[in-house]
């Protein structure tokens, strides 16, 4: 046979399941490790640093925070101590989660993999910082503009915390819409007209998802559901757009073929 028609082969060879198991549980191992060295510099560094910057959006407005269970403020700590410490390492898991899957993919198929694994990452931070910094932000000026002058602000520090984090990272996950859209219009289950069509379901599935994921009041759920909404519409053009270019490899294939 000639060596240009051979079938291209993984650089592996084949591993027992126990190999795989055992690779797996060396992989987790690792990526335990990483996130408890963060959260070990994380802690020596200063939980209440950690939080100062977290609540800071809150104080600037004359709110105090208080805790109302014993433990509170210690949970609280932890817990955003333990978030940031999963930011800081989330390189190392990426790292960790890329090692265990490459050696079962042909040398074509990583460098596409790799890219498609960093374009999901920027999304998520993206859609993280577009919900921190311009939704987030905004309503809590909101709320507490509404409720100036009817009661004091003071704000139990673990819903603070629990707030912030329901809000933000619905919104990393809906910044995922277009690359999802994009990938699944290549494997062809789903279609960019479909898609069209769908625009008012869409609509009405983005109040629903956006009161589901967000805390209960509708400030928070229009301000979600409304970049769902243009998200979808930029997952419209995603998936066109994959359709055409999964179109131009089949005709160029037949072409050279």
């Given amino acids: 046979m000639n060596p240009a028609e051979q079938p291209l082969q993984k650089n592996d060879t084949d591993m027992p399941v126990l190999e795989h198991i055992g690779e797996l549980r060396r992989r987790l191992l690792k990526c335990i490790a990483a996130i408890g060295l963060a959260f070990g510099a994380l802690a020596c560094a200063g939980p209440e640093r950690i939080l100062n910057v977290i609540s800071a959006p809150v104080k600037t407005e004359g709110v105090q925070f208080i805790y109302l269970g014993l433990a509170d403020a210690l949970y609280v ?47 998520f931070v993206i859609g993280i910082a577009f919900g921190y910094g311009i939704v987030f932000l905004s309503a809590i000026h ?37 690359l999802i859209a994009a990938a699944l219009a290549r494997t062809g289950l789903i279609h960019a007209e479909t898609l069209r069509q ?15 994921l967000t805390p ?25 757009w994959a359709e055409r270019s999964c179109k131009q490899e089949t005709a160029t294939l037949t072409v050279n073929g």
């Fill in 198 to 212: 769908g625009r008012r379901f869409a609509v009405l599935i983005s109040f629903i998802v956006s009161a589901l």
């Fill in 77 to 123: 700590q932890l817990k955003a101590v333990f978030l940031c410490a999963v930011v800081l390492a989330s390189p190392v898991l990426l790292w960790q989660l890329w090692s265990f899957v490459k050696p079962a993919l042909y040398p074509e198929e990583r460098k596409p993999l790799l890219g498609v694994a960093l374009l999901s990452l920027g999304l």
């Fill in 142 to 178: 909101f709320f507490i503009y509404a409720g100036a002058g009817t009661a004091l602000p003071l704000l139990a520090i673990d819903r603070y915390v629990n707030f912030l984090v329901s809000f933000v990272i619905p919104f990393g996950l809906l910044f995922e819409m277009p």
């Fill in 216 to 240: 209960p009041d509708v400030m928070s759920q229009v301000m979600m559901a409304i970049p769902s909404i243009l998200l979808f519409e930029c997952s419209i053009r995603c998936a066109a």
